[in-house]
């Protein structure tokens, strides 16, 4: 079992922008936040299966958003958001943000022609146009050349990772393969 403060260090960020993301007051995100870790502290012991603490934690968040929307009955809330949370969370609830990280690492292994599109597109959020213009190719070279890069990245990870998504296509959980080298460990 991870000691609370490795827990803390792992989750807090994650968990704070995940509950902002839902809730506007950014001091209500940071008392939903403090709470949530209260809970997994004096809960941590009744988690039965240690590989699946990123998913308590995250129905733990889920769970105390919720009550944080029931208990503020004076506060103004749009019935259909508050209808529609848990859904939302659930939609939210993913790795997909986390493998971002891992496609960081992957980028320094790309050739430079794809390289240099994917930063410039993705990174520094410039237009094909002004790729095309910057690097001297056509602007459907710069689209060929990013949906390479895109593909490279997929095969890496797939070939890094075995993955599990949702009905949506969101990653929900994933293993990194023990022969894999491409993300450096950033995976796990």
Not at 54 to 82: G, H, L, Q, R
Not at 125 to 133: L, P, Q, S, T, V
Not at 151 to 174: A, Q, R
């Amino acid at each position: 079992m991870k000691e609370f403060n490795l827990i803390w260090a792992e989750f807090n960020e994650k968990l704070f922008n995940y509950i902002k993301s839902m809730v506007s007051n950014e001091h209500d995100a940071e008392d939903i936040l403090q709470t949530v870790f209260i809970k997994v502290y004096k809960s941590i012991d009744s988690l039965d299966d240690p590989d699946a603490i990123k998913s308590w934690i995250y129905k733990i968040t889920k769970n105390t958003v919720i009550d944080f929307y029931k208990k503020k009955k004076d506060m103004a809330v749009e019935p259909e958001k508050f209808l529609n949370l848990e859904d939302e969370v659930e939609e939210n609830d993913n790795l997909n943000d986390e493998l971002v990280n891992c496609i960081k690492n992957m980028i320094f292994t790309l050739p430079p022609k794809y390289k240099d599109v994917y930063d410039m597109y993705e990174n520094r959020e410039m237009k094909h146009k002004e790729i095309a213009d910057a690097l001297d190719i056509s602007v459907s070279n710069s689209k060929v050349r990013l949906k390479r890069a895109k593909t490279i990245f997929k095969d890496m990870l797939v070939d890094c990772c075995d993955f599990e998504v949702d009905v949506y296509g969101n990653v929900i959980d994933y293993k990194q393969k023990k022969e894999c080298t491409d993300c450096d460990g950033a995976c796990t």
